[in-house]
């Protein structure tokens, strides 16, 4: 099976900060990978697919990048709706395996 | 717009049973495949199950593979998930999502409110 495995688990930032959140396939998963966001007691949401094609409504002060078995995810200036836990998951295999998550905390 | 409403979660005692369901609208239910989330209180997402859009294929988690059965009813845009012999392990809410496939890639595009599930004596 896959593993995932993202980096920090945590993080503290300030409005206007640029962050970045990395993500490890333990095996090549080419670009199949994706990045939700989830705010507490809400559902998770899609950020960015592919890798580091972004669903429709995200604003562009997020964005991803890697292939492989490396992956990031970068917010360009914080806002204060972006404090929230972010997860990465693999679709390469049929198990959509999520890593543990990142909280980004102010 | 694409919605996904969950239902039928509770509290069951360890071994019981429970069955739930996502009653979906705004999207042609049976083009696509769907699948089960879940989450334990204070912990990660953890993928449960998907079903393909003909029901022809699921697929399964170790950790629920022989006690969950996930099926579908096309003609009433409905999925469901049969939880049986469930355990303290299994409390968690549980979310329904609808798989989106995009060129070389595939994901969960969007996600009902969740459901919560406890076992519990």
């Known amino acids: 099976d896959i593993q995932m495995t993202q980096s920090p688990s945590s993080l503290s930032a300030s409005i206007g900060d640029r962050v970045t959140i990395t993500c490890r396939a333990s095996?090549?998963?080419?670009?199949?990978f994706n990045w939700y966001q989830q705010k507490p007691g809400e559902a998770p949401k899609l950020l960015i697919y592919?890798?580091?094609t972004l669903q429709n409504g995200v604003p562009s002060r997020f964005s991803g990048s890697g292939s492989g078995t490396d992956f990031t995810l970068t917010i360009s200036s914080l806002q204060p709706e972006d404090f929230a836990t972010y997860y990465c998951?693999?679709?390469?295999?049929?198990?959509?395996?999520f890593g543990q998550g990142t909280k980004l905390e102010i | 717009e694409v919605q996904l409403l969950e239902s039928g979660g509770g509290l069951v005692q360890p071994g019981g049973s429970l069955r739930l369901s996502c009653a979906a609208s705004?999207?042609?239910?049976?083009?696509?495949?769907m699948a089960w989330v879940r989450q334990a209180p204070g912990k990660g997402l953890e993928w449960v199950s998907t079903?393909?859009?003909?029901?022809?294929?699921?697929y399964y988690a170790d950790s629920v593979k022989g006690r969950f059965t996930v099926s579908r009813d096309n003609s009433k845009n409905t999925l469901h998930l049969q939880m049986s012999s469930l355990r303290a392990e299994d409390t968690a809410v549980y979310y329904c999502?609808?798989?989106?496939?995009?060129?070389?890639?595939?994901?969960?595009?969007?996600w009902g409110q969740g459901t919560l599930v406890t076992v519990s004596s």
């Open positions: 999502a609808k798989v989106f496939i995009v060129a070389s890639t595939r994901g969960f595009d969007h």
């Open positions: 705004g999207f042609t239910f049976n083009n696509y495949a």
């Open positions: 079903i393909t859009g003909t029901s022809f294929t699921t």
């Open positions: 095996q090549a998963i080419s670009r199949y």
């Open positions: 592919g890798a580091s």
């Open positions: 998951q693999e679709s390469y295999s049929t198990l959509y395996t």
